[in-house]
């Protein structure tokens, strides 16, 4: 048994856990107000949109019934949760060198060679470094370091975009991403990438063990596989 998740890591996993499920159900419910997506300064009803996005069932939305006002405030609500959350979780990755010393990614780690090795690995269930089975592999950096790093801070940067209250704080923020519904699209397409990176995810620790697994999320403790301490085949 070793220790694989610091206690930053455990919190920011369960607040965020919380804070995009229901975010995802109040976009849903607030994608189903206006389902089409524009890119620019302006769209409406009559504009050509890129994409028409499907009406979504009320199981899938918070609140279950239409009602706009109520998904902006549940969606608002934990967008401040989750926008603080990212912040500090980054702050203190930074400083407890969790970003240096498990997220760094080196050169030969992004070879072809490199990289046809861990999905070939992956193919067949081997998910752990034989010799540092605590460390993630390259496709977990990749897909960690997009995350964390990339898609949802634009997540964040887009959401604030769409705030007339911002807008006038920030008007360079227009500017960045092309007007509002420009923000808008890259939200709803970042969106659907978390959505997935989360299938992805819940599918992988399912393989993995998911006992073990989210025991390790949740005490920080992680029982090494047999095989990999040289006691299966």
């Not at 890129?50 to 069932?57: C, E, G, K, S």
């Not at 279950?64 to 006002?69: G, P, Q, S």
Request: with cysteine.
């Amino acid at each position: 048994m070793i220790r694989r998740h610091r206690l930053p890591t455990r919190i920011w996993h369960w607040v965020n856990v919380l804070a995009i499920v229901i975010m995802i159900g109040s976009g849903l419910m607030i994608s189903n107000a206006h389902a089409h997506l524009y890119w620019g300064i302006y769209g409406a009803n009559y504009d050509p949109s890129w994409l028409d996005p499907p009406r979504f069932p009320g199981w899938m939305t918070i609140p279950t019934d239409y009602n706009l006002a109520l998904a902006r405030r549940w969606h608002l609500t934990f967008a401040l949760l989750f926008a603080f959350n990212l912040a500090l979780f980054m702050l203190l990755s930074l400083m407890n060198g969790h970003v240096i010393r498990d997220l760094r990614i080196r050169a030969r780690e992004v070879s072809p060679r490199h990289l046809w090795a861990d999905v070939r690995a992956h193919l067949k269930l081997r998910f752990h470094d034989a010799d540092n089975p605590a460390a993630y592999n390259i496709l977990q950096k990749l897909s960690y370091v997009g995350v964390i790093f990339i898609v949802l801070p634009l997540l964040v940067f887009t959401g604030l975009t769409m705030s007339p209250g911002m807008n006038a704080a920030f008007p360079f923020l227009l500017d960045v991403f092309g007007g509002r519904q420009s923000a808008r699209s890259i939200h709803f397409i970042c969106c659907w990438l978390v959505v997935a990176f989360i299938v992805v995810h819940l599918l992988l620790v399912v393989l993995a063990g998911p006992i073990n697994e989210i025991r390790s999320m949740i005490t920080g403790k992680w029982r090494v596989p047999a095989e990999k301490r040289g006691e299966g085949a």
